[in-house]
């Protein structure tokens, strides 16, 4: 599957964003999607995941209740509506995918990366 994310952006803290990560391929509700992101000089992170049919999710605690992770498989597109940004949200934010049912939250449970799209949230 190839992946492709966009999105991103310059926005102020308490403003929003929505990142979308379109896939190629016919199978795409078989795979687990998950966005991750990567500060400056700081190791990739888990972000949030969704199952093939959308029925569940996993989020990070720190972006609980101010991010969404959502699924259209007719469009083969996964989303992640970010919402109260902060500073600290500001990195290259990454959609991934996975074979699979279990949501897994380490990257290298990811064989499949899209290129990466920058969020920048200014104070």
């Known amino acids: 599957v190839q992946l492709q994310a966009s999105g991103g952006g310059l926005v102020q803290a308490g403003g929003s964003l929505r990142l979308s990560c379109a896939a190629s391929g016919r199978t795409f509700s078989s795979y687990t999607m998950a966005w991750f992101r990567q500060a400056p000089g700081k190791e990739r992170e888990f972000v949030a995941a969704?199952?093939?049919?959308?029925?569940?999710?996993n989020y990070a605690d720190s972006v609980k209740g101010r991010f969404t992770i959502s699924r259209d498989n007719a469009k083969n597109t996964v989303y992640l509506q970010m919402n109260s940004l902060k500073p600290e949200d500001t990195a290259v934010y990454y959609c991934?995918?996975?074979?699979?049912?279990?949501?897994?939250?380490?990257?290298?449970?990811?064989?499949?990366w899209g290129q990466g799209t920058q969020v920048t949230v200014s104070s």
């Open positions: 991934a995918a996975a074979i699979g049912l279990v949501i897994v939250t380490t990257h290298r449970g990811y064989p499949y």
């Open positions: 969704i199952s093939g049919s959308g029925g569940s999710a």
